[in-house]
């Protein structure tokens, strides 16, 4: 099997089949995988979406994150819990508990 080099692969196309408007910067959940939209989106139009890279959450829970660390993306922010979620990436930098954020590196 052969196979054609297309692109980097950081950013992928993404026609918005829903009946809203997708803002730059809402995450998408894509099969098993999140997406972060780089352009707003309307409703059938195309767009880019990130796959790669570090972005800033919210975290679910008020727990120390450790770099390295393997995260999910819940309805209500990033999280471990790995049940029901979406798999977000691992943590780029260390989060102490009190921080409401964390540094995820996406789809890694």
Do not use: Q
């Amino acid at each position: 099997m052969k196979a054609k080099y297309w692109h980097r692969g950081e950013a992928l196309d993404y026609v918005n089949a829903t009946e809203n408007k997708i803002e730059a910067g809402d995450v998408l959940t894509m099969g098993s995988r999140i997406g972060v939209a780089g352009t707003d989106i309307e409703p059938g139009g195309l767009g880019s979406v990130h796959v790669s890279g570090v972005y800033e959450f919210t975290k679910k829970d008020k727990v120390a994150l450790a770099v390295g660390t393997v995260v999910y993306l819940s309805a209500d922010g990033i999280t471990t819990t790995k049940t029901d979620n979406t798999l977000a990436g691992y943590v780029a930098a260390e989060s102490p508990a009190e921080s409401g954020t964390v540094w995820v590196k996406i789809n890694a």
